[in-house]
């Protein structure tokens, strides 16, 4: 099986670094079978999508900036997470791209965060801070807050979920 990388005229936003489901677009493979990606495969069709985020992410020639970094990063994985198929992956290959992502991390800022390092720098204020800077829309700071509940408290989120969905109609 064979994938290719590709992306749309519409993956930038001018405004902002946009990574909403189109950007992780990057990444869409179109898979001839169900299958789950190779390992390999699934570096080679997510390389782009790290390539682009350190591009977004460098002040200087060499020089990324590691708040605005992680804020592209936990994008990625909020949106990767919370729809799979949008990115022709199945949620069998969350596993392996969890540790590709981890391993671009560490390469890239020399990070040895964990998911859930990550999710609690965008909970600070740093976090927020670097949300700021990177102009990102309300409903983008919502996506990623979301996710950061998730996983840094998922009794709470649930508790949270469950009365919301009481209140409703």
Not at 31 to 49: A, C, I, N, S
Request: charged share 30%.
């Amino acid at each position: 099986m064979s994938c290719t990388p590709v992306r749309s005229d519409n993956d930038k936003c001018d405004k902002e670094p946009y990574f909403e489901a189109a950007t992780v677009a990057i990444a869409y493979c179109h898979l001839q079978h169900g299958d789950m990606l190779l390992d390999d495969e699934l570096k080679q069709t997510f390389d782009p999508v790290f390539a682009d985020i350190r591009g977004r992410a460098t002040v200087a020639d060499n020089f990324i900036d590691r708040n605005l970094y992680r804020v592209y990063i936990a994008t990625l994985w909020s949106n990767v997470v919370l729809s799979p198929e949008e990115v022709g992956i199945e949620e069998d290959d969350l596993e392996v791209l969890h540790d590709l992502v981890l391993a671009e991390m560490r390469d890239a800022i020399g990070s040895s965060e964990s998911m859930k390092d990550l999710y609690q720098f965008i909970s600070s204020k740093d976090g927020e801070k670097a949300m700021q800077e990177a102009h990102i829309t309300q409903t983008h700071k919502d996506l990623l807050n979301y996710f950061a509940s998730m996983i840094l408290d998922p009794e709470g989120h649930k508790r949270w979920m469950d009365h919301i969905r009481d209140k409703q109609p």
